[in-house]
């Protein structure tokens, strides 16, 4: 295992190799290490494959002491990468070089097993923190895994977070009660500056009008349950995705998304901000102001993504629910609901968003007032706040 805060990186070169990593697990030890996985056979010369196992807890389930469930013991988080620092662009046809991904083939990517502090949040909230500074335990890889990636976190509650992968995975939470989000929400792009992410970890998603949606899966996915209740929520996937509880009650999510309108750059386009007081009218789904002002004049339109907060919310990335406006008066926002679902899109893919955009929610406004409804509260087990900014 390498020191702390080290890199170690594995080529096992041509023919088949087999790369396993036991990591401490979320619970256990603070590892700070990234160790890279990084083949350089040939594409067709081998079949290579990665596992990473979690601890093996045997705290799963619920805790009859308390009733409630034990503590997260694994957190997994799986996205794709810009590049990985620090390898040479000699070897292009295995490395991408040290500069952003403009063509890469590769599609570097990495599991990372998150360790946070105390207090730092539930694991869904930990997972979906881009900027996440704690400890974590990374091995990074590309699709000269052409074999399998398996993730296994044996007992305990799991939870796996996935942004997307590079190779064929399958996930296997094991014992315990499992969670599985396949997709995330973010409150920004995470391929900007502005994201708080290092270059090398920027990664695509496509604007929605819940917020920047990952891309779940670029390869093939399996998700195992085991034993357990578990929990599988599908927010976005990219390739084939197979669901499996097995034993125990288990509960799974599809989620769909309406595409937002973007920019010719992919990024939603907002309203403007507002911080005054409004009636919400949930029924009819509109925002009404009274202190004499204009929405018009304030530079509301039709099309643009509006993002809500509550009283007394001083961080307007922490919304309450965003939707598309439909119609605007000097006095009422009227939002669009109901909107047509489209495949997402890459922020990178041009042009399959311009067709997004020619099918935007702000043309979307025929719709009857009578069907018009409330926006709906953001899916799964973050409901009750629309997406953290992170
Ligand atoms: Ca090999
Ligand atoms: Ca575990
Ligand atoms: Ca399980």
Redesign the pocket.
């Known amino acids: 295992m390498p020191r702390a805060g080290t890199t170690l990186t594995l080529d096992g070169q041509g023919d088949t190799d087999h790369y396993v990593v036991y990591t401490h697990g979320s619970e256990h030890g603070d590892a700070h290490y990234v160790i890279n996985v990084l083949d350089s056979g040939a594409a067709a010369d081998g079949v290579d494959t990665l596992t990473a196992y979690g601890a093996d807890s045997t705290a799963s389930g619920i805790d009859p002491s308390t009733g409630r469930p034990y503590p997260t013991d694994d957190i997994f988080l799986l996205r794709a990468a810009s590049y990985l620092p620090g390898e040479s662009a000699a070897r292009p046809d295995v490395y991408c070089g040290t500069a952003a991904d403009g063509g890469c083939t590769n599609h570097p990517a990495y599991i990372a097993v998150l360790h946070p502090a105390p207090g730092s949040g539930d694991p869904l909230t930990v997972a979906q923190t881009s900027g996440y500074a704690g400890v974590t335990e990374r091995i990074a890889y590309d699709n000269a895994v052409n074999g399998m990636l398996s993730v296994l976190g044996l007992g305990g509650n799991d939870h796996f977070a996935v942004d997307d992968n590079a190779a064929i995975t399958n996930l296997d939470?094991?014992?315990?009660?499992?969670s599985f989000q396949i997709g995330q929400l973010f409150g920004m792009r995470r391929d900007a500056a502005y994201s708080g992410l290092s270059p090398a970890d920027w990664f695509p998603t496509v604007a929605t009008t819940r917020g920047y949606l990952s891309r779940g899966a670029s390869a093939p996915l399996t998700a195992q349950?085991?034993?357990?209740d578990?929990t599988f929520s599908v927010y976005s996937n990219q390739a084939a995705l197979r669901l499996e509880g097995?034993a125990?009650n288990d509960l799974f999510l599809i989620q769909a998304f309406a595409l937002a309108r973007t920019d010719a750059h992919g990024t939603l386009i907002m309203g403007p901000v507002f911080t005054g007081t409004v009636t919400v009218n949930a029924a009819a789904g509109t925002l009404t102001r009274s202190d004499g002002g204009s929405f018009i004049a304030d530079g509301f339109a039709v099309g643009q993504t509006l993002a809500v907060a509550g009283a007394g919310v001083g961080n307007d990335h922490d919304a309450a629910h965003a939707a598309v406006i439909s119609a605007v008066t000097a006095t009422t926002i009227t939002l669009a609901t109901g909107l047509t679902v489209a495949a997402p899109c890459s922020t990178a893919a041009r042009s399959p968003c311009r067709s997004a955009r020619a099918r935007s929610p702000g043309r979307r406004s025929r719709s009857p007032p009578g069907r018009r409804r409330a926006p709906a509260p953001s899916p799964g087990r973050r409901a009750a706040s629309w997406p953290t900014a992170t």
């Open positions: 939470g094991g014992a315990g009660a499992d349950g085991g034993s357990g578990d097995g125990g």
